[in-house]
C-alpha cells in the first residue's frame, strides 16, 4: 500500500505507453480508453500533486470508462471506412471477369477453373467446353456465370 501512497505523474504516464504497447499488440481499441484515463491522471497528478491514489483510481476507472466509450461510439467507424470494399472477399473480385471452360459444364451446381482455384459454379444453362462465360454474381461462395 506504500506504493499506491506514492504515486507520481510518471508513474501514470509509464502505465499509459504500457497500455499504448499492448494496443499495438492487437486489443482492437479497448486499451485506448485506458491509455488515455492514464495520460489524463499523469497531468492530474502533475497539477494536484496532493491528489490521493484512492481518488487517482477513481479518476482512472471513470476516465477508462468513458474514454472507451467514447472511442467505440464516435471514432470507431472512422478506422472501418475503405476505398476497397471487395478487399478479402475472393469471390466480389471476380465479378465481371471472363473465363473459358476448360470442361462442360451442366445446368445446375458445376465448376469452373479462375486462375488457380477451381471455384463452384451455378449455371442456368449449359456450356461446352471452350465457351467464354462471364462471371456476374455469387452467392457466399458460388459464383453465378452467363454467356459473354
Known sequence: MDFLQSLQPWHWLVFCFLMLAMEALGAGGFLLGSAAAAL???LMTWMMPS???ASQMIWFGVGSLVFTLAYWKLFRRVNEKTD???LNQRAAQ???RAVV???ELLPGLGRVQVGDTL???DAEQSYEKGSRVKI???EGMILKIESC
Do not use: R
Request: net charge negative; glycine share 10%.
Open 51 to 53: 491528489l490521493d491514489w
Open 84 to 86: 476497397h470494399h471487395e
Open 40 to 42: 489524463l491522471l499523469a
Open 101 to 103: 471452360l476448360e470442361e
Open 94 to 96: 471476380l465479378v465481371g
Open 136 to 138: 456476374v454474381g455469387y
Open 119 to 121: 471455384w463452384k459454379v
